[in-house]
Each structure stands twice: as structure tokens, then as C-alpha cells.
């Protein structure tokens, strides 16, 4: 079956300027999550979905960065004012549930700042 | 602060060679372990993983991972690695009950394996 899609695959943007960062999970998935990994590290959390509201936000890194997931499936991912330090890989996970189960990532969005 | 540590960056072998590689982390509590790997060009793939039981778990590619409690570590091995193995290596970690099921991941570990 489809795993997890994200789109843009590469998005160049100019500080300051908004952007929308998109991710489909796989289909019955009901936990989302984002992550995002900057060069020569590790993925680190952002935040997680279970069906429509988030359950934890506590990774978003301020209050430019903000997620929805509307009607339990396809998640945005919204950047606003952003920086040059906002400039990563963007990953999207999904699962069946959120306890138990193995997330599956998406290809990533990789976001660049002038 | 609680981490997860994966102590070699990058890692040389000729095909054939054996592979370790380290994880240690430093959440208390149950947690379940995993290990991804990301082959250039791709997505993060699951390499295997340990919720319960035995702790040698076998995974896909002729890869294989302790999990030993009083050593707060999972090492993945490999008795003889190939050309193919040549990705990123990433060890990761969800606590239990805690954390609503985000994974902590380490630095990541870059196999290059020669033919």
C-alpha cells in the first residue's frame, strides 16, 4: 500500500516569508507526528496528532510554528516569519495507534531560508 | 539530560567485516527501542525494533540487537556486512506511557562499507 507522502519533496523560501509544509499518512493511520532534522543529527520531535487534535505540542521550538490535522488525516505543517535557522528536513510519521505501534516516515520535506 | 548516544559518527568497513554498532540512552522507565536506517536517496526505513521478551531481536538484512537493561544499551550487529548496507544508521527510543509515543533519536551513525 501507499506509505507516507509529503509534499513539497524541497521547498526554498525567503526569511521572513510563510510557508506550508504538507504530509498524508498512511490511510488508517490514526497518529501523526512531526519531526524535523537538521544536518548531521538526529530527528527530534515536534509534535503529535491523534486523530483531529494534537495531543503533544511541546517540541514545536516557538509560537511561529504551528500544525493542524482538520479531519484526522492529512496534516499541514505552518512556519510563519521564518528564519534562516528554521532551514531542515522536515519529516512526517504515521502509525495505527500511538503507543504500540512502529511509526513510518515519510521522504521529508527539506525547507531552505535565504 | 536524557539522550540517546550513538557513539560512532562514522563508521569504515570492507564487505564481509563484522559490524557493531552502539546505542545507549538514559530514559528511565519501559521503553521500546528501534533502530531505522535511511539508504542514501530514501526515507527512514525500520531496521527492526523491541517492545517485549527476548531480548536479541532479529531484523531485516541479516541484522540483529541486544537489548540489555542494566546497561541502558541496544547495539545492532551484523556478521558480515555488504556493499548495500552502505546508509545512516539511526538508534531511537520511546518511553513508555509517558510521552505519547514520540521517539528520541540519536545523532545518527554513517556506515560506508567498501567492496
Known amino acids: 500500500g501507499a506509505g507516507v507522502s509529503q509534499t513539497p519533496s524541497n521547498k526554498v523560501t525567503e526569511k521572513g516569508k510563510y510557508v506550508e509544509l504538507r504530509c498524508d499518512p498512511i490511510?488508517?493511520?490514526?497518529?501523526l507526528y512531526w519531526y524535523r532534522q537538521s544536518l548531521g543529527q538526529g530527528p527530534e520531535f515536534l509534535i503529535y496528532f491523534q486523530g483531529t487534535g494534537a495531543a503533544d505540542d511541546s517540541g514545536l521550538p516557538n509560537d511561529r510554528f504551528f500544525a493542524v490535522r482538520p479531519e484526522g488525516s492529512v496534516s499541514t505543517l505552518k512556519i510563519q516569519r521564518t528564519e534562516r535557522g528554521d532551514s531542515a528536513m522536515y519529516l512526517c510519521?504515521?502509525?495505527?495507534?500511538?503507543?504500540?505501534?512502529?511509526?513510518?516516515f515519510g521522504p521529508g520535506t527539506r525547507l531552505t531560508v535565504l | 539530560a536524557q539522550s540517546v548516544s550513538q557513539h560512532n559518527h562514522h563508521v569504515i568497513l570492507s564487505e564481509a567485516a563484522s559490524l557493531e554498532l552502539g546505542c545507549n540512552y538514559s530514559y528511565g522507565g519501559t521503553v521500546n527501542l528501534f533502530w531505522y536506517v535511511q539508504y542514501p536517496g530514501q526515507h527512514l526505513q525500520l531496521l527492526l525494533k523491541y517492545f517485549s521478551g527476548d531480548p536479541l531481536v532479529k531484523g531485516i538484512k541479516g541484522f540483529e540487537a541486544e537489548f540489555i537493561k542494566s546497561k541502558f544499551s541496544f547495539n545492532l550487529r551484523k556478521p558480515s556486512v555488504q556493499w548495500s548496507d552502505t546508509a545512516e544508521y539511526f538508534c531511537a527510543v520511546k518511553v513508555r506511557g509517558s510521552t505519547l509515543g514520540r521517539l528520541y533519536f540519536g545523532r545518527g551513525t554513517q556506515l560506508t562499507v567498501w567492496p
Open positions: 510519521a504515521s502509525s495505527l495507534r500511538a503507543e504500540l505501534d512502529t511509526q513510518y
Open positions: 490511510s488508517g493511520h490514526t497518529a
